[in-house]
Nanobody, 126 residues
Framework: VQLQASGGGLVQPGGSLRLSCAAS????????IYWFRQVPGQEREEISCMTGGGGVTWYTDSVKGRFTISSGTAENTVYLQMNSLKPEDTAVYYC????????????????????WGQGTQVTVSS
């Protein structure tokens, strides 16, 4: 069972990146998928979520209108399309799968997500 995040890199402000989250060993359609990001020294931030099957999506205010979470072309893969990137989007991005197939803007204290990807670095800089 594995989640593999990829697609990070260096991009100029205003540019775009598409992150991928590929699952093996389980079916993403049965899981809520989250994207988190973390800057060293800061708390982890939940930025987007999609329920299994794509029925519900959620975004934190700072990325709303710029980022889009979706499932798509590759089997058992979820994407995060990031447009109009800003320097403050610089972080390590993680995809997470949870069998509680509901998007939670704030998880209950002590909540443990089922699977974490390894993280992919996104750097927005000129």
């Amino acid at each position: 069972v594995q989640l593999q995040a990829s697609g990070g890199g260096l991009v100029q402000p205003g540019g775009s990146l598409r992150l991928s989250c590929a699952a093996s060993g389980f079916n993403l359609n049965n899981y809520a998928i989250y994207w988190f990001r973390q800057v060293p020294g800061q708390e982890r931030e939940e930025i987007s979520c999609m329920t299994g099957g794509g029925g519900v999506t959620w975004y934190t205010d700072s990325v709303k209108g710029r980022f889009t979470i979706s499932s798509g072309t590759a089997e058992n893969t979820v994407y995060l399309q990031m447009n109009s990137l800003k320097p403050e989007d610089t972080a390590v991005y993680y995809c997470v799968a949870d069998r509680y197939n509901r998007c939670m803007a704030v998880a209950p204290e002590g909540w443990t997500y089922d699977y974490w990807g390894q993280g992919t670095q996104v750097t927005v800089s000129s």
